[in-house]
């Protein structure tokens, strides 16, 4: 049972572009949602955070869209730049959990930039 | 600042055979938790350690195993290795209580 969904394996965006990427979830005990971001080859890179007190919270190009009700977040980079390409994951993570904080990961979209 | 380390970078390991993969994390961070990375898909979390005691554990058989050490750096051992354990793992460390988990390179594990 998927808890944390990406339904979109890969998306591709112009240069200068917005790239939206989207996540489901279903588990209600989730109350905080990271975004990372990985290159070939390398670990996962943190980019962006939400609580869900929250419903919105930006850092320079990336902002993060949390919808409670409807169990969704979304990336938003504007504008996307070719060293944008990477797989991006999304995770979740129940912080009152006794099982301390553990991560609960999407399946990842692979976002392509064309120059 | 360095950030998490692991060792080593690729392991080439036949069925049965068992394996040591270390990591140590970023200075301060006190908490060290495991993710296995099979390819196409997201981290599937393994076991998370701090103060030296295991905190959570997902859902993987007893041949997987870890410890964390008095300077906080950690080590996950596999058991009788099976085909399936071929995978990037994943170490990560946070601060205790802290919400965010940065990741280390991985190491990744080829079972032939």
């Known amino acids: 049972d998927q808890q944390v969904k990406q339904n979109s394996p890969s998306l591709s965006v112009q240069e200068g572009r917005i790239s939206i990427l989207n996540c489901d979830y279903t588990?209600?005990?989730?109350?905080?949602f990271l975004w990372y971001k990985k290159y070939p080859a390398e670990g996962p890179t943190f980019l962006i955070s939400?609580?869900?007190?929250?419903d919105k919270n930006e850092d320079g190009r990336f902002t993060v869209f949390l919808n409670k009700s409807a169990k969704h977040l979304s990336l938003h980079i504007v504008p996307s730049q070719p060293g944008d390409s990477a797989v991006y994951f999304c995770?979740?993570?129940?912080?009152?959990?006794?099982?301390?904080?553990?991560?609960?990961f999407g399946g990842g979209t692979r976002v392509l930039v064309k120059p | 600042d360095a950030g998490v380390t692991q060792s080593p970078t690729h392991l080439i390991k036949t069925r049965g055979q068992q394996v040591t993969l270390r990591c140590s994390p970023i200075?301060?961070?006190?908490?060290v938790s495991w993710y296995q990375q099979v390819l196409g898909q997201g981290p599937q979390f393994i076991f998370q350690?701090?103060?030296?005691?295991?905190?959570g554990r997902g859902n993987f058989p007893d041949r997987f195993s870890a410890r964390q050490f008095p300077n906080y750096s950690s080590e996950l051992n596999v058991n009788a290795l099976l085909l399936g354990d071929s995978a990037l793992y994943l170490c990560?460390?946070?601060?205790?209580?802290?919400?965010?988990?940065?990741f280390g390179p991985g190491t990744r594990l080829l079972v032939l």
């Open positions: 990560a460390s946070s601060l205790v209580g802290g919400e965010t988990q940065y």
């Open positions: 588990n209600s005990m989730f109350d905080y």
């Open positions: 939400i609580s869900s007190i929250k």
């Open positions: 995770a979740a993570m129940a912080l009152l959990y006794a099982a301390g904080n553990k991560l609960t």
């Open positions: 200075s301060g961070h006190k908490s």
């Open positions: 350690y701090y103060e030296k005691e295991e905190r």
